[in-house]
């Protein structure tokens, strides 16, 4: 990719929640968006779609679960083909980030903060995103984003 990424969404992808978290529109403030509430696959692919679309997005970084020894699970499968189906709707790039302990650190994140247990769980899945984002951006620097 020759011009520099800046606008990113991520993505926490889920069975019945997909967290959110994007930058700015300069690229340099990361922040937890919403979530989407849906099983339907179809469903979450349109949605994503649309915030692309509305936030002149650039790259899409979904998050991938992997297994502690670094290899693919059962929801890495799903997850990859949610990928392949979310890559095919968009014409920006959607690359695959680790996401392994990304919604363990957001409640950690969440608990610091003073939250309580029950809206931690509201702000989890798009924290988790910011995690993800975040770590797409420390692979970005580093030159090993995929």
Do not use: C
Not at 9 to 18: E, I, K, N, P, S
Not at 90 to 107: I, K, N, R, W
């Amino acid at each position: 990719m020759s011009e520099r990424v800046q606008r990113i969404l991520a993505v926490d992808f889920g069975d019945a929640r997909t967290g959110l978290a994007a930058t700015d529109w300069t690229g340099s403030i990361a922040v937890p968006l919403g979530r989407i509430d849906a099983r339907d696959d179809a469903v979450v692919v349109a949605a994503i779609v649309e915030l692309v679309r509305e936030r002149d997005t650039q790259v899409v970084a979904l998050g991938m679960p992997l297994n502690v020894d670094g290899t693919s699970g059962q929801r890495a499968v799903r997850t990859a083909a949610f990928r392949e189906r979310l890559q095919q709707a968009l014409t920006v790039p959607v690359v695959a980030v680790d996401e392994s302990h990304s919604t363990d650190e957001a409640h950690e994140r969440l608990k610091q903060g003073g939250l309580k247990a029950s809206r931690r769980k509201q702000l989890a899945d798009s924290v988790a995103a910011l995690v993800i984002l975040e770590r797409y951006r420390v692979d970005l620097h580093r030159g090993q984003a995929k």
